[in-house]
Every structure is written in C-alpha cells, then in structure tokens.
C-alpha cells in the first residue's frame, strides 16, 4: 500500500496539482492584499472615510466601538464589511483566472495551427506515356524519344 501511494504522490498530474495549490494560495494573498490594502482605502475614502473591514451588524444589542471591539466581548455580528472585500476578492481572482485560460487557450489554438500543414494543390504532371510505345516521355513533347513517333496528333 505504501509502495502504491509512492507511486501514486510521483505522478506527473499529481505533482502539477499539487504546485497549483500552492501557488493559487499565494496568488490569493496577494490579491487579498491588493483588495484590503489597495483598492478598498480609496473607495473607503470616496464613500465617505468607511473602513469596509470594520464596518458590521451588532446582533447582541449591547454598543462597541469597533468590531475587534465586539469579537473580544464575544458578540454575535454579521461582518458584512469583510464579506464586501471577500466577494471582491473573488471577483478579481475569478477575472484574473479567466483572463489566464483565455491566453492558455489562444496560446494552444495557436500552436495546432502551427502544427498543421499547409494545403497544398496537386502538382501538375510533368511526364506523359507515349501512346505508341508507352515509354516516359516529358509533357511537352512532340517527339517519342525512344520510338521517334510524332506526338502532334495525340
């Protein structure tokens, strides 16, 4: 069994899978980062000076002045402030994964045309049979040269 899982954890698929993961957890820090870091201090700032991380919902009916306020009293809030910047986050990281397979996909598209090949016409014959001795003679001419038979008629 042991053997079996080796075998199966060095596949090529595997392996592949396992770089995406790690890499699509970085890639979605950093866009964390810019949504919570970047893009939303100056929506922030043109709404009116909101911190979308902090803004919430107090269920419990008691007041905090912030929402690491009320997490620390252990109330119950509806975070909605951070759900704005989770979708964006998925927003960005769903365009930046669709715009990634749409270059991948133009990218193979082009390699399978490079693959094919060129069509062709039928070449055009060069040589003929004469009919009197059937030798091969070039297309164009008057005069078998094996039988010396005149081809101007034919």
């Known amino acids: 069994m042991l053997q079996e899982f080796r075998e199966f954890a060095m596949r090529g698929n595997v392996i592949d899978m ?13 866009v964390s980062s810019l949504v919570n870091d970047i893009i939303m201090p100056p929506i922030g700032m043109l709404l009116g000076k909101v911190d979308f991380s902090s803004l919430f919902i107090n269920l419990s009916g008691e007041s905090y002045a912030s929402l690491a306020d009320a997490k620390a009293a252990g109330a119950a809030t509806i975070n909605y402030g951070v759900f704005l910047n989770t ?8 365009f930046a994964i ?4 749409k270059w991948v996909n133009r990218l193979k598209a082009q390699a399978e045309a490079s693959k094919k090949k060129p069509e062709t016409k039928p070449e055009e014959p060069t040589t003929k049979e004469c009919p009197y001795c059937l030798s091969v003679i070039p297309i164009k001419a008057i005069r078998c040269g094996h039988c ?7």
Do not use: R, W
């Open 18 to 30: 396992a770089v995406g993961i790690i890499i699509g957890g970085a890639f979605g820090k950093i």
């Open 87 to 94: 979708v964006i986050d998925f927003i960005i990281v769903a």
């Open 148 to 154: 010396t038979s005149s081809l101007l008629d034919k």
């Open 98 to 101: 669709f715009a990634m397979v």
